[in-house]
């Protein structure tokens, strides 16, 4: 069974920067591609972010390419979300995924961590 454990949310002001993380446990970490998905409030949950497992090829939702970076340390099983130049549209629950597939397609993964808030305040 996969357990997914997320945090690093908080409040932070517009134009900031949060690291989230998120630790794997009950599998072998670096076989299994990895990502973050979204859910604002009133809005579907959407994937922002992915690694594969086996190459770490990436991939970036348009909203948050070139601010965000996903990347993970397999020795720690945990996976890495750096958010940086935060915008208040950032505002969401941010989830952990995973899939044992090596993909970097949203498709492909599921969703099993419970989430950590990020508020990005005017």
């Known amino acids: 069974q996969v357990q997914l454990v997320e945090s690093g949310g908080g409040l932070v002001q517009a134009g900031g920067s949060l690291r989230l993380s998120c630790a794997a446990a009950?599998?072998?970490?670096?076989?299994?591609?990895m990502g973050w998905f979204r859910q604002a409030p009133g809005k579907e949950r959407e994937c922002q972010t992915a690694?594969?497992?086996?190459?770490?090829?990436?991939n970036y939702a348009g909203s948050v390419k070139g601010r965000f970076t996903i990347s993970r340390d397999n020795h720690k099983n945990t996976v890495y979300l750096q958010m940086n130049m935060l915008k208040p549209e950032d505002t969401a629950v941010y989830y952990c995924?995973?899939?044992?597939?090596?993909?970097?397609?949203?498709?492909?993964?599921?969703?099993w961590g419970q989430g950590t808030l990020v508020t990005v305040s005017t």
């Open positions: 690694i594969s497992g086996s190459d770490d090829k990436t």
């Open positions: 009950g599998r072998t970490f670096s076989r299994y591609s």
């Open positions: 995924a995973t899939s044992p597939k090596n993909t970097v397609y949203p498709t492909d993964l599921e969703v």
